[in-house]
């Protein structure tokens, strides 16, 4: 046993650099350094010598393609990792990537996987779509992703909504009690262990002159039960997944329901917060007049930047970067002004027969990490801007001929931050944490 745990250790540096290779080659370099190591034949040497508990740390700490084919390789592997506590400890330590949707204006819909870290040849996985247009009337939309797993919603507000796993294949269709609704989020609650979906439904349809307009819903997708929510003035803007933070789910009002419900200063309640534990909603002030772009705030996206909630306006070129610096007294503080000096010439406009003359207002921002915002410039690409040095950048393969666009209110394009997980949304619920 010391001999097999050193020769683990020896191997971490190897390991490490190789993780980058195809799987199938991957395995038998790993076991050839193994045997190396060990000074042993390879005839007098088998997989079941490892401990199991080293075996369950190599395997976790590999893509979760390449968790794939090591699941074929043996019967042993298949039952390591297949467990609650190796998907636990395999989404702890996953890398996350880019999960792109593209939808034509004959709903023809294409879906990929862009990771920056693979190979150049390997960099975007095309994914099979057909199932989804067997379950919804219209394509379903990308409105969500959590560890693993990808919410989809309808075109059209509609009691279905699915919850998909691209990595095993596996998927729930979810109907709601009430109709129409519109799915508002996925998220993990820590301490029931379980995922839930918010669900929000317009009780009139048009504005009450008086009362509650919505009425909201909670779905667990391990106990498979729904549970009706206290009602709230507003919905949120739904075209964009919330932001999780300290326990809360975040989003931008709907502009349209503001301006219905004037008993409120208009920017003091542009920013919807839904408590996980107390399962109660709030809103609170967007940063306010302050902000150039408070009046069209429809704009403005939410993101999580270094731990904090942060407020992204845009207009044309020109973002604006807020930041809640304190959270319990909710104080923005604005952090960033950028115009982002975007090249037409560098970045060719892909659809001649439009107007280029609008093309610089085509921009969908995506998030923020590692002091870089990443967004989409609808036609020519995804991009990266570097807050810091005020350079910018294209992610190579996220580009028009790899994830095909049409003309602009003809096509539409999604891109969410997603890892690669063995989460399951079949019933499933992770370990309980030990004491």
């Given at each position: 046993?010391?001999?097999?745990?050193?020769?683990?250790?020896?191997?971490?540096?190897?390991?490490?650099?190789?993780?980058?290779?195809?799987?199938?080659?991957?395995?038998?370099?790993?076991?050839?350094?193994?045997?190396?190591?060990?000074?042993?034949?390879?005839?007098?040497?088998?997989?079941?010598?490892?401990?199991?508990?080293?075996?369950?740390?190599?395997?976790?700490?590999?893509?979760?393609?390449?968790?794939?084919?090591?699941?074929?390789?043996?019967?042993?592997?298949?039952?390591?990792?297949?467990?609650?506590?190796?998907?636990?400890?395999?989404?702890?330590?996953?890398?996350?990537?880019?999960?792109?949707?593209?939808?034509?204006?004959?709903?023809?819909?294409?879906?990929?996987?862009?990771?920056?870290?693979?190979?150049?040849?390997q960099m975007i996985k095309k994914m099979g779509v057909r199932f989804m247009h067997l379950e919804a009337s219209h394509v379903p939309i990308l409105s969500g992703s959590c560890d693993g797993l990808l919410l989809?919603?309808?075109?059209?507000?509609?009691?279905?909504?699915?919850?998909?796993?691209?990595?095993?294949?596996?998927?729930?269709?979810?109907?709601?009690?009430?109709?129409?609704?519109?799915?508002?989020?996925?998220?993990?609650?820590?301490?029931?262990?379980?995922?839930?979906?918010?669900?929000?439904?317009?009780?009139?349809?048009?504005?009450?002159?008086?009362?509650?307009?919505?009425?909201?819903?909670?779905?667990?997708?391990?106990?498979?039960?729904?549970?009706?929510?206290?009602?709230?003035?507003?919905?949120?803007?739904?075209?964009?997944?919330?932001?999780?933070?300290?326990?809360?789910?975040?989003?931008?009002?709907?502009?349209?329901?503001?301006?219905?419900?004037?008993?409120?200063?208009?920017?003091?309640?542009?920013?919807?917060?839904?408590?996980?534990?107390?399962?109660?909603?709030?809103?609170?002030?967007?940063?306010?007049?302050?902000?150039?772009?408070?009046?069209?705030?429809?704009?403005?996206?939410?993101?999580?930047?270094?731990?904090?909630?942060?407020?992204?306006?845009?207009?044309?070129?020109?973002?604006?970067?807020?930041?809640?610096?304190?959270?319990?007294?909710?104080?923005?503080?604005k952090r960033y002004s950028v115009n982002l000096h975007l090249d037409v010439k560098r970045y060719p406009f892909d659809i001649t027969h439009i107007n280029p003359s609008y093309s610089n207002s085509l921009i969908?921002?995506?998030?923020?990490?590692?002091?870089?915002?990443?967004?989409?410039?609808?036609?020519?690409?995804?991009?990266?801007?570097?807050?810091?040095?005020?350079?910018?950048?294209?992610?190579?393969?996220?580009?028009?001929?790899?994830?095909?666009?049409?003309?602009?209110?003809?096509?539409?394009?999604?891109?969410?931050?997603?890892?690669?997980?063995?989460?399951?949304?079949?019933?499933?619920?992770l370990p309980e944490s030990k004491v």
């Amino acid at each position: 046993m010391r001999r097999i745990t050193m020769a683990y250790a020896s191997f971490g540096s190897f390991y490490k650099g190789t993780m980058s290779l195809e799987c199938l080659m991957w395995i038998p370099h790993l076991w050839d350094k193994l045997i190396c190591s060990l000074n042993v034949r390879k005839d007098g040497f088998s997989m079941q010598d490892l401990p199991e508990e080293i075996l369950i740390d190599i395997l976790s700490r590999l893509p979760g393609n390449c968790v794939l084919e090591c699941r074929r390789v043996c019967k042993q592997w298949l039952a390591l990792t297949g467990t609650p506590n190796f998907v636990e400890m395999h989404l702890k330590r996953a890398a996350p990537v880019l999960f792109v949707q593209c939808i034509d204006h004959v709903e023809k819909m294409d879906m990929f996987i862009f990771d920056e870290g693979a190979k150049a040849n390997q960099m975007i996985k095309k994914m099979g779509v057909r199932f989804m247009h067997l379950e919804a009337s219209h394509v379903p939309i990308l409105s969500g992703s959590c560890d693993g797993l990808l919410l989809f919603r309808p075109n059209f507000p509609s009691s279905l909504s699915i919850v998909y796993n691209p990595l095993t294949g596996e998927k729930v269709n979810i109907r709601a009690p009430v109709d129409p609704v519109i799915v508002c989020g996925v998220f993990f609650h820590p301490l029931m262990k379980d995922y839930k979906l918010l669900f929000v439904h317009q009780k009139q349809l048009f504005a009450p002159l008086e009362g509650v307009a919505f009425e909201y819903f909670l779905y667990n997708l391990g106990g498979q039960c729904w549970r009706k929510l206290d009602e709230f003035p507003y919905e949120p803007i739904v075209l964009f997944p919330p932001t999780i933070l300290n326990g809360a789910l975040h989003w931008i009002v709907n502009p349209y329901w503001v301006c219905v419900h004037g008993d409120i200063t208009s920017y003091n309640n542009l920013v919807m917060l839904f408590n996980m534990d107390t399962e109660e909603f709030h809103h609170m002030p967007h940063p306010g007049v302050e902000c150039p772009l408070w009046e069209v705030h429809k704009n403005a996206r939410l993101f999580e930047m270094k731990g904090k909630l942060a407020s992204c306006d845009v207009n044309s070129s020109h973002v604006y970067v807020w930041a809640l610096e304190d959270y319990k007294n909710w104080i923005w503080v604005k952090r960033y002004s950028v115009n982002l000096h975007l090249d037409v010439k560098r970045y060719p406009f892909d659809i001649t027969h439009i107007n280029p003359s609008y093309s610089n207002s085509l921009i969908t921002l995506v998030g923020i990490q590692n002091d870089e915002l990443m967004f989409d410039w609808n036609s020519r690409g995804v991009f990266r801007y570097n807050l810091l040095q005020k350079t910018i950048k294209q992610i190579n393969g996220v580009g028009v001929k790899q994830t095909p666009l049409l003309p602009f209110g003809a096509s539409m394009r999604c891109i969410m931050s997603y890892t690669m997980t063995f989460v399951t949304p079949i019933g499933f619920k992770l370990p309980e944490s030990k004491v």
